[in-house]
């Protein structure tokens, strides 16, 4: 544990300017460099096709990360992180299995299919369940390492900042994204689009939002380029929101997740 974490970790207010100024440090000389610091399509391919299985490795051993649970900092670790992002998207399915008998979902930036895993592992045959990814590599990782436990997921390669093929139009009750389109900034609209059109009924999206990002995140989002024309870009679209906000839950001090639900159709009777 370094000393930050250990002196200062149990002061959410002291840690957010510490970790402003580490990212406002780390900021002005990423732009004092000849490197072209934004991204484009291949960027965020070749990031992820380069990565082994260290995701998985990393979910599925004890050790804690600094987290912040309802404005407190605490120690979780990777699976109790991801179970707490995973909370809106079960909810929603709850919802749906409770006035239809089976639910098909995406997962939209699958990539290293813990998600999948653990969706398919708590509904069984209850749910059907499918995944894209932009990276070839990591899905092959991915397959890798879980085997069998992905037998009867069905995943491809596939951008959802392309246009949507006729097929995919409307297939799904509920299309969701996880940490994906945080690192596609270039093409906001054109991923909202691509959700929302192969959605029947809620698209769920958990990323980064530049609105709800405190000082230190959204030096991060700017340093590491990430998405910061999300609800803008929903907004642009004219998508009614049925809930925008941040998340209660940050595995990251630096990258906050928030929250935006958005409703196509309502299957549910609400």
Not at 34 to 46: A, E, F, L, M, V
Not at 178 to 206: F, T
């Amino acid at each position: 544990m370094g000393l930050k974490h250990s002196l200062i970790g149990q002061f959410p207010w002291l840690l957010d300017r510490v970790n402003y100024v580490e990212q406002l440090a780390k900021l002005l000389p990423h732009f004092a460099s000849k490197r072209n610091p934004w991204k484009i399509p291949i960027t965020s391919r070749d990031l992820y096709d380069a990565i082994d299985a260290k995701e998985q490795r990393d979910y599925y051993n004890d050790r804690k990360r600094l987290c912040r649970s309802g404005g407190r900092n605490i120690w979780a670790t990777e699976r109790e992180a991801r179970m707490k992002y995973l909370e809106p998207i079960v909810r929603e399915i709850d919802g749906l299995l409770a006035v239809q008998d089976r639910v098909s979902i995406l997962e939209v930036g699958c990539g290293n299919c813990i998600n999948l895993i653990e969706l398919t592992e708590r509904y069984g045959d209850r749910i059907v369940l499918k995944g894209i990814d932009i990276s070839s590599g990591r899905l092959n990782v991915a397959r890798d390492y879980f085997g069998d436990r992905l037998v009867g997921i069905e995943t491809w390669v596939e951008s959802i900042t392309d246009p949507t093929p006729d097929a995919q139009k409307a297939q799904y009750d509920l299309v969701f994204s996880m940490h994906c389109l945080e690192q596609i900034p270039y093409a906001a609209v054109q991923a909202v689009a691509g959700l929302w059109d192969r959605a029947i009924s809620r698209v769920v999206m958990i990323e980064p939002v530049w609105e709800y990002a405190r000082g230190a995140q959204r030096l991060k989002l700017v340093r590491d380029d990430y998405i910061r024309t999300l609800l803008p870009a929903v907004r642009y679209l004219g998508y009614p929101i049925q809930h925008e906000g941040p998340l209660g839950f940050e595995s990251s001090q630096k990258n906050q997740s928030s929250l935006i639900i958005l409703t196509k159709t309502d299957t549910r009777g609400e």
